[in-house]
């Protein structure tokens, strides 16, 4: 009777989230340094823009200047993993990299005669993929949330989640924009 006990004991814990939820929330965490990864790989490429442009014409100094303040943006900002459970934190941190997008996006469009330097080219064409692969990352690091936050609210995983892990709901990545759903209008005039 005892050994039927615990054999029912271990099937129903087993059954409770006491692997997957810790699993599922590792998952998460590793596509945040997914997402990291590639803020960390634009911030390091930004010195180098700001080398090549420099070093076009010093008549580019609000560029720079953009681009520097962008830049020491996200330096001040960081997250944790400990904070991805707090919206304002993540909202904050999402805020300062979209700030270094904008100024990328207003280098481009301001400055379209550095677009002729090799290696201007080079550097902007590394931090497109870098956009990119931001974009993919932040896509699996949601995936990975959403995963994590189904498992820790539906039954059976939920019992572990309460009582064994203390689980709370992972923030995933929203747009930042008041109107992102709207397209920009492109004006070539």
């Not at 998952?27 to 420099?54: C, F, G, H, I, M």
């Not at 990975?144 to 820790?152: F, G, H, L, P, S």
Request: with cysteine.
């Amino acid at each position: 009777m005892r050994m039927i006990i615990a054999t029912l004991s271990l099937v129903l814990l087993s059954a409770c989230g006491i692997n997957s939820v810790p699993t599922a929330e590792e998952n998460a965490k590793a596509r945040w340094a997914d997402v990291e990864n590639q803020y960390q790989r634009r911030a390091d490429l930004l010195p180098n823009l700001v080398s090549t442009v420099k070093a076009s014409s010093k008549a580019e100094k609000d560029v720079l200047v953009g681009i520097s303040e962008a830049r020491s943006g996200i330096s001040r900002a960081s997250l944790s993993t400990a904070d991805l459970s707090d919206p304002n934190k993540v909202a904050a941190f999402e805020r300062a990299q979209g700030a270094v997008t904008l100024s990328l996006q207003r280098l481009q469009e301001v400055y379209p005669d550095l677009k002729s330097q090799a290696n201007y080219t080079t550097l902007m064409t590394q931090l497109e993929g870098t956009e990119n692969r931001i974009s993919v990352a932040r896509q699996d690091y949601n995936e990975a949330v959403q995963d994590y936050n189904t498992r820790i609210r539906t039954f059976p995983d939920a019992i572990g989640a309460r009582f064994v892990h203390g689980a709370k709901p992972l923030v995933p990545f929203k747009a930042t924009s008041a109107n992102a759903e709207v397209a920009p209008k492109a004006n070539f005039d």
